[in-house]
């Protein structure tokens, strides 16, 4: 295990709450575990965040830049929107 550095924290009730939860029915040894399982969890989201912006978003909104005709008119996404929902109230009214 690599070396630990020493924190102190201060969590609202519920989420205290929480982690001795967890703690009390097993599913984790120590309040630090169920801790460092949270930062893991935030560290994996955010490596999937950064790598969607940078793989996806980023190529998109560069060849918007480059070439805007490639867009969809405001008016138009509107329209196909608002008869999208009108499809759907029709059929919830159906019940279908």
């Not at 560069?62 to 929107?81: F, H, T, W, Y």
């Amino acid at each position: 295990m690599s070396a630990s550095a020493k924190r102190t924290f201060s969590l609202p009730t519920e989420q205290a709450d929480y982690i001795d939860g967890l703690v009390a029915s097993g599913t984790y040894a120590t309040g630090s575990e169920v801790v460092r399982a949270g930062l893991r969890a935030l560290q994996e989201r955010d490596a999937v965040l950064e790598r969607w912006l940078r793989e996806d978003v980023v190529p998109v909104a560069k060849a918007m830049d480059a070439d805007p005709s490639r867009g969809i008119p405001i008016e138009q996404v509107r329209e196909s929107l608002e008869a999208h929902h009108a499809q759907r109230v029709k059929k919830a009214a159906r019940g279908t």
